[in-house]
């Protein structure tokens, strides 16, 4: 699990119990409807042959990985904004994989002012109102669901889920989208990004399988706090269905003998994950081990073999790295994608009354909020490593 409840991926208490069957879901082959348990749509887990050979290969690739790594745990939740589709199901908006729901509240008010700026004609004055009337509610209110302009749009979680066995994590996968360049898969768009949440979509054996697994799992009593493990319960009975979103990944470090995550978040493709742990190699690791040339010179090293053949494992120093594969499950309800649950991590509240706050607590004044502030000479010598780092992208 990620660092918020003080968990790492190798701890066996963090396996999921093995599957249980005839509970919950319902298979549905091909595309042949069965109804006669009376068990509506969303409980369904729809289950057909792969077409397409990327997606054939995909299917073989997720069966050899339930015996190369068996064990599944636990690695948080991730937030983000979707919104309803007239014709069925729910659409993610980008940006989805933020850790906390005001992150994603934040986003779907900045998305309600773009889309009141398309809205600039005199004929649809009253559009663009609405919009900016949404996006003012979500600067001062914890809201999770709006309807505007006639469509609903909502803060919904998923859980992540790492694959494990005798090598550790999973690495990605070969039939995994990974177009972009070392150095450079910022701009490559999320997969997730306009995904359909639509439990009726098929899927291979394996998908199906894992879904399954999936929907049946439950966070370790003895791992979590009790209101943690309450909500994991209540959704099962809440949100008993499920779709399985495109792959994550994340970068980990093997301590102790325990893979332990080094990002609190995830990377939409391998190589956005690859160049996070690059940056680390050249620069937060010789901020914070205060390294000298010499020693920089052997991470920069690792980080170079990490680029030039888009490797999932790098060792240095006698550290070794690792890029890792992070799947992903929203649950899904009568009223659609599961939204955050209380004991979801949420501690910022919206911004108009945490600048309030602030405020009242004596933090930076409206005067002396434009004044750079003093930077110490460790933060410094961060400065210095970050600028030699963009100076060494432009000159390749």
């Known amino acids: ?20 069957t005839g509970r919950r879901c319902r298979w549905h082959a091909g595309g ?14 729809r289950v057909g042959v792969p077409e397409e050979p990327v997606a054939a290969m995909a299917d073989e690739e997720a069966w050899q990985a339930r015996s190369a790594y068996p064990d599944l745990r636990f690695a948080g939740p991730l937030f983000g904004v979707a919104r309803e589709r007239e014709q069925g199901g729910w659409e993610l908006h980008r940006y989805f994989g933020v850790l906390v729901p005001q992150d994603a509240r934040d986003s779907m008010g900045a998305h309600f002012r773009r889309l009141a700026e398309t809205l600039a004609l005199p004929g649809e004055r009253g559009g663009r109102e609405e919009c900016l009337q949404a996006a003012g509610r979500l600067d ?14 909502r ?34 768009p999320d997969p997730a990004e306009g995904f359909v949440v639509d439990p ?7 998908g199906g399988l894992l879904k399954l697994e999936l929907l049946e799992a439950l966070y370790p009593a003895d791992a979590v706090p009790p209101q943690v493990r309450d909500d994991c319960v209540r959704a099962l009975g809440t949100h008993p269905g499920g779709v399985l979103l495109p792959p994550a990944f994340t970068t980990a470090e093997l301590c102790g003998g325990r893979w332990k995550p080094m990002q609190a978040g995830t990377s939409p493709t391998p190589q956005d994950a690859r160049d996070t742990l690059a940056l680390y190699l050249r620069v937060m690791a010789p901020w914070e081990l205060n390294l000298g040339q010499p020693e920089r010179a052997v991470y920069a090293a690792a980080a170079e073999r ?12 006698g550290r070794r790295f690792r890029v890792v594969r992070v799947e992903r499950l929203m649950r899904i309800g009568p009223d659609g ?41 460790d933060t410094q010598r961060l400065a210095r490593l970050f600028q030699e780092e963009e100076e060494r992208r432009k000159a390749r």
């Not at 001062?140 to 749009?153: A, F, H, M, N």
Request: glycine content about 12%; hydrophobic content about 25%; overall charge negative.
């Open 1 to 20: 699990m990620s660092d918020q409840y003080g968990l790492i991926w190798s701890q066996d208490f963090m396996r999921i119990p093995g599957l249980q």
């Open 32 to 45: 042949v409807k069965d109804h006669r348990d009376g068990v509506p749509g969303y409980r369904t887990v």
């Open 140 to 153: 001062c209110e914890s809201i999770d669901e709006v309807t505007v302009l006639g469509v609903r749009y």
């Open 155 to 188: 803060v919904v979680r998923a859980d992540r889920f790492v694959h494990s066995g005798p090598a550790g994590p999973e690495p990605p996968r070969p039939s995994d989208p990974d177009p972009g360049k070392p150095g450079q898969a910022g701009p490559v």
């Open 200 to 206: 009726a979509t098929a899927t291979g054996i394996s």
């Open 306 to 317: 990490l680029d030039a053949g888009r490797l999932d494992d790098v060792e240095v120093s």
């Open 337 to 377: 994608p599961e939204g955050p649950r209380p004991s979801d991590p949420d501690s910022e509240p919206p911004g108009s009354p945490q600048a309030q706050l602030s405020r009242e607590q004596g933090g930076v004044s409206g005067e002396d909020e434009d004044t750079p502030a003093a930077l110490n000479e």
